[in-house]
């Protein structure tokens, strides 16, 4: 009942994430059959490569205890710069002869000088930010906590953190999670197997306190000594196991090993030992941090060793060691933590606000103050979202994007991308002339050049086709592939591509009219107003995202079916006249979810009314009852 109500209480996210996700790359919405010589996309989520990607290494969760076991952060200085042997191999090299080595084989050596070689460092992975740390004393008190604790608790505690440490391992243990990912339900909407040491994160702790509990609950304190000493020797042996590891670890990751490799078949025997030289001097840096990290948690396990040795031998009360192992605890997580987040991540409103400071191409974009949007050829469009400070824009980063769109960045916008970046490093004057007709359809009425915070140049787009139009003619095509692949052979501005199955919402022939005109009105995001006026039916083209699951079209305040036009955008027909055209995103999903929310919270708060009263009762009871 309390799980039933745990997951209805939050119904209207869940099945608002639920009912989007049918939409995008994570729920296997896979409409061309064209992959590039790439693996065939899932028909139910995301392909295996790509949902077990951010996989732990074997060896990796025992970060949980000894946090730098791999390096710690891709992002974070680890090893000072006056201390790294890293660091220290590339000055001996020399700028002079870094910046020879990348123009001659594409390596730029500082990019490689992240202590982090963990399983997380495959091609197309940023790594960590940091390890998921819950702190030696409490890792040693959980291990204790499975000698202490009854066998009720014990056994599903034991067994759910070693089967999620398994998941965690992802791609390193294919046999698994292999399975898991085709049957597992949702497993496949989802990339990063690490994620799952939430779990441990969660049990460990709360194994910690059931031992601790154990001790503060017996009063012949001594009995426990026998599997106190079993505690100490499984901890041992962890650290064994650790001191093998760490004279048995390679220190190189999967994209160390391929440089390493690349750099040997080039026969460069100066080249390779420059390399080798570096990734040497990594190793040691690598190798310092796992070490001093092993030292460091066994001298907190040390502290906790004496003070429940001196508990159990009646030497000292629990609360001393209560208080004594939670000031440990403290000290041992606040000071590791700090490493990662202090100071350094808070920013002032004025520091922060001056990475956002207008440029003259800026001042002369907003002076415009119609609808458009604007696209940046600077670096990857698609996994920025400054661009989107000022503008509305046809990029933006999202992790779950509509398969649509995300078939029409790898098709199309890429390749527009290109061949505008080429002409900007040649031609800069005939930018405006290069043929991007999905640009054009998609109202990129700007093209920028923004490297970081700063916007560097912008050219107006004088070939948009506008917020919306009315066409000439209508090309069926019978699938997913022959719509996009028309996108290049037909002109859009006067033809709208659209599958055959829509051919049901079209039901009336239109004809060209000269003075027929459409416009947006007013655009509130959730709620999208035009007005039209034809003297014949027509068919509108709107430079919207289709979105089968909520948006809603009504015309004069009936609701019309929308076509999918031009493989991503809205259409519709209308009939002669005046009219007004609303656009209202109404997804199922949220209004369901809401209301499964609000009553599920109010039976929440019912049944927590409940328990206080039962509470109070139950007391009041045997207060009445020791009395008498």
Not at 206 to 212: F, H, R, W
Not at 234 to 247: K, P, R
Not at 441 to 455: D, H, P, R, S
Not at 579 to 595: A, D, V, W
Request: hydrophobic share 40%; with cysteine; charged share 20%.
């Amino acid at each position: 009942v309390a799980g039933f109500t745990g997951v209805l209480t939050n119904a209207v996210s869940l099945l608002s994430t639920y009912e989007y996700q049918k939409e995008t790359i994570r729920g296997g919405n896979a409409a061309l059959s064209d992959t590039n010589g790439e693996a065939p996309k899932s028909s139910t989520g995301l392909n295996k490569d790509y949902a077990l990607s951010y996989s732990m290494n074997i060896a990796e969760p025992f970060v949980l205890m000894v946090p730098r076991i791999y390096g710690g952060s891709s992002d974070k200085e680890e090893v000072s710069q006056e201390k790294s042997k890293g660091v220290e191999a590339l000055q001996q090299l020399g700028q002079q002869n870094i910046e020879a080595l990348a123009q001659q084989t594409g390596i730029y050596l500082p990019n490689y000088l992240s202590t982090y070689w963990g399983g997380m460092t495959k091609p197309g992975e940023v790594g960590t930010s940091g390890p998921p740390y819950i702190g030696a004393i409490i890792c040693f008190l959980a291990i204790l906590g499975f000698f202490f604790v009854d066998k009720k608790y014990k056994w599903w505690i034991l067994a759910a953190t070693c089967f999620t440490i398994m998941m965690s391992w992802g791609s390193y243990f294919d046999g698994l999670n292999g399975l898991l990912y085709k049957y597992l339900p949702l497993y496949n909407k989802f990339r990063a197997p690490s994620m799952i040491l939430v779990i441990p994160q969660l049990l460990l702790p709360l194994m910690a306190v059931l031992g601790l509990n154990k001790i503060f609950n017996t009063k012949d304190r001594k009995s426990l000594l026998p599997a106190f000493k079993k505690g100490l020797m499984t901890t041992g042996a962890i650290f064994v196991v650790l001191f093998l590891i760490y004279m048995m670890f390679e220190y190189l990751s999967p994209t160390d090993k391929e440089i390493l490799k690349s750099v040997r078949g080039s026969n460069n025997a100066q080249l390779l030992q420059a390399v080798t030289g570096f990734f040497d001097g990594l190793k040691e840096d690598r190798k310092s941090l796992l070490l001093a990290d092993i030292f460091r948690s066994l001298s907190f396990i040390a502290v906790a060793v004496i003070m429940i040795f001196l508990t159990l031998r009646n030497s000292i009360k629990p609360y001393v060691m209560g208080i004594g192992l939670t000031l440990f605890v403290l000290i041992d997580l606040i000071s590791f933590d700090m490493k990662y987040f202090n100071s350094d991540n808070y920013q002032d409103k004025i520091e922060n606000e001056a990475n956002f400071i207008k440029t003259k191409f800026d001042d002369e974009i907003l002076k415009d103050s119609s609808f458009f949007r604007v696209f940046n050829l600077g670096g990857n469009p698609f996994s920025e979202n400054i661009s989107s400070y000022y503008y509305n824009s046809v990029g933006g980063y999202h992790p779950a994007k509509l398969s649509i769109y995300q078939d029409l960045i790898e098709k199309k916008l890429s390749q527009e991308q290109s061949s505008l970046l080429q002409v900007l490093q040649t031609k800069p004057e005939e930018i405006t002339t290069v043929h991007a007709p999905v640009l054009n359809m998609l109202n990129a009425k700007y093209f920028i050049y923004k490297a970081g915070m700063e916007t560097k140049g912008e050219w107006r787009n004088n070939a948009i086709l506008g917020n919306c139009w009315f066409v000439k003619n209508i090309k069926y095509v019978k699938d997913a592939d022959e719509e996009m692949n028309a996108l290049d052979s037909v002109n859009l501005k006067d033809t709208a591509v659209i599958r055959e199955s829509f051919k049901t919402s079209i039901p009336d022939a239109f004809q060209p009219d000269s003075s027929a005109s459409i416009q947006l009105l007013k655009n509130d995001n959730d709620v999208v107003t035009y007005a039209s006026k034809s003297a014949t039916n027509q068919f509108a083209v709107f430079s919207e995202i289709y979105y089968p699951r909520g948006w809603k079209a009504y015309v004069d305040q009936k609701e019309t079916p929308i076509v999918k036009v031009n493989y991503v955008l809205r259409g519709l027909s209308l009939s002669p006249g005046k009219h007004e055209i609303k656009f209202e995103f109404k997804p199922q999903g949220y209004y369901t979810g809401r209301k499964l929310t609000s009553i599920f919270s109010v039976i929440l708060l019912l049944l927590l009314a409940a328990g206080f009263f039962m509470e109070w009762r139950n007391r009041n009871q045997s207060s009445l009852a020791n009395r008498a």
